[in-house]
T-cell receptor
Framework: AQSVAQPEDQVNVAEGNPLTVKCTYSVSGNPYLFWYVQYPNRGLQFLLKYITGDNLVKGSYGFEAEFNKSQTSFHLKKPSALVSDSALYFCAVRDGNSGYALNFGKGTSLLVTP | DVKVTQSSRYLVKRTGEKVFLECVQDMDHENMFWYRQDPGLGLRLIYFSYDVKMKEKGDIPEGYSVSREKKERFSLILESASTNQTSMYLC??????????FGSGTRLTVV
């Protein structure tokens, strides 16, 4: 089955510093990869996706992600973190075995401190 | 603006009750999904549907069933609610495998 792993439960970063939230994937074939963000007691909001094309994907709110096939990674990045970026971040991969449902990682809590 | 609407943000139900969680989308999407979210476990797929009256089990279907009588509505049913079904439930829909839209979630507490 297609799967993703988020190795960090929590990431702490100071406001203004660059942030990285890590994601690695395990798929057969070409991966369709996604990042979502969740604010407290809310649903998931789409940030960006990689289907094909450029390895650097730009998304919402200044976020970007780099697809690295050799390292099977899809890390989420932002050059300068904001306190308002504090939230729960999920990496996901499309699973062709489940009606194209998304398989999610366990999530990474990002805390940006002033 | 396209939407996936979950009828309740918060629900409190008693053990043994039959519980219905409703999800409606206005985007004419074929595919709809139900997930539950628990801390440290991420989102886990309960059921999905790729057409009206069609349903398929996901990773954790035990204790749940679903209904899709109309294209826009996908209901999750807890036949006899138990305390271990206390969770956040998220509905999603997609037309294809490139774009998925999520509802705001229903936080269910079973007491």
């Amino acid at each position: 089955a297609q799967s993703v792993a988020q190795p960090e439960d929590q990431v702490n970063v100071a406001e203004g510093n660059p942030l990285t939230v890590k994601c690695t994937y395990s798929v057969s074939g070409n991966p369709y990869l996604f990042w979502y963000v969740q604010y407290p007691n809310r649903g998931l909001q789409f940030l960006l996706k990689y289907i094909t094309g450029d390895n650097l994907v730009k998304g919402s709110y200044g976020f970007e992600a780099e697809f690295n096939k050799s390292q099977t990674s899809f890390h989420l990045k932002k050059p300068s973190a904001l306190v308002s970026d504090s939230a729960l971040y999920f990496c996901a991969v499309r699973d062709g075995n489940s009606g194209y449902a998304l398989n999610f990682g366990k999530g990474t809590s990002l805390l940006v401190t002033p | 603006d396209v939407k996936v609407t979950q009828s309740s943000r918060y629900l409190v139900k008693r053990t043994g009750e039959k519980v219905f969680l409703e999800c409606v989308q206005d985007m004419d999407h074929e595919n709809m999904f139900w997930y539950r979210q628990d801390p440290g476990l991420g989102l886990r797929l309960i059921y999905f549907s790729y057409d009206v009256k069609m349903k398929e089990k996901g990773d954790i279907p035990e204790g749940y069933s679903v209904s899709r009588e109309k294209k826009e509505r996908f209901s999750l049913i807890l036949e006899s609610a138990s305390t271990n079904q206390t969770s956040m439930y998220l509905c999603a829909s997609s037309r294809d495998s490139y774009g998925y839209t999520f509802g705001s979630g229903t936080r269910l507490t079973v007491v």
